[in-house]
T-cell receptor, first 114, second 110 residues
Framework: EAGVTQFPSHSVIEKGQTVTLRCDPI?????LYWYRRVMGKEIKFLLH????????ESGMPNNRFLAERTGGTYSTLKVQPAELEDSGVYFC????????????FGPGTRLTVT | GQNIDQPTEMTATEGAIVQINCTYQ??????LFWYQQHAGEAPTFLSY????GLEEKGRFSSFLSRSKGYSYLLLKELQMKDSASYLC???????????FGAGTTVTVRA
């Protein structure tokens, strides 16, 4: 069974540009989470999808961030326009609704805004 | 805000035992996770405690005391491959929104 995958693994963009990160959860997992780790800080929750619906987006930093999960499969996280403080590692995780409490994490996308 | 504290770094010798403590003060509590993360890789699940007591899984054990807001991860018979960051995370609610500590970097020396 394939794990959670994220694309790209690294992205370097200039301030003001747009970047779209993609997450493919484990097949059949209804729950999808986005987290972010900025340099030297802890991993922080951004938002949670249940299928295609946003269950909780209380961790989204501001309206420059837009997450979608059309069709309830993969998800995208767009940052537009990117700022320097958006640099960090963006993790995606997925879990089943029923069964294990475990969230399976992807390897993350390292975003550098210059 | 959520407060989840764990030591920044720990060093131990191969074959030894190391205990990583985690204390938490959070707005909600619905269980505590421990994850292992090697540099540049995904965090991987180690353990989950929702009731007080000790959960043992091979060389790794995790303990929880809800009244004290305290957990520890015990790594026994340390191996070089155990060198990694260990993350304590509290599940704040029924939908498994996790709040993480900053992580403890464990270095195993030969």
């Amino acid at each position: 069974e394939a794990g959670v995958t994220q694309f790209p693994s690294h992205s370097v963009i200039e301030k003001g540009q747009t970047v779209t990160l993609r997450c493919d959860p484990i097949s059949g997992h209804d729950n999808l989470y986005w987290y972010r780790r900025v340099m030297g800080k802890e991993i922080k929750f951004l938002l949670h999808f249940v299928k295609e619906s946003k269950q909780d987006e209380s961790g989204m930093p501001n309206n420059r961030f837009l997450a979608e999960r059309t069709g309830g499969t993969y998800s995208t996280l767009k940052v537009q326009p990117a700022e320097l403080e958006d640099s960090g590692v963006y993790f995606c995780a997925s879990s089943q609704v029923i069964g294990s409490n475990e969230q399976y994490f992807g390897p993350g996308t390292r975003l550098t805004v210059t | 805000g959520q407060n989840i504290d764990q030591p920044t770094e720990m060093t131990a010798t191969e074959g030894a035992i190391v205990q990583i403590n985690c204390t938490y003060q959070t707005s909600g509590f619905n269980g505590l996770f421990w994850y292992q993360q090697h540099a540049g890789e995904a965090p991987t699940f180690l353990s989950y405690n929702v009731l007080d007591g000790l959960e043992e899984k091979g060389r790794f054990s995790s303990f929880l005391s809800r009244s004290k807001g305290y957990s520890y991860l015990l790594l026994k018979e340390l191996q070089m491959k155990d060198s990694a960051s260990y993350l304590c995370a509290v599940n704040l609610s029924n939908d498994y929104k996790l709040s993480f500590g900053a992580g403890t970097t464990v270095t195993v020396r030969a």
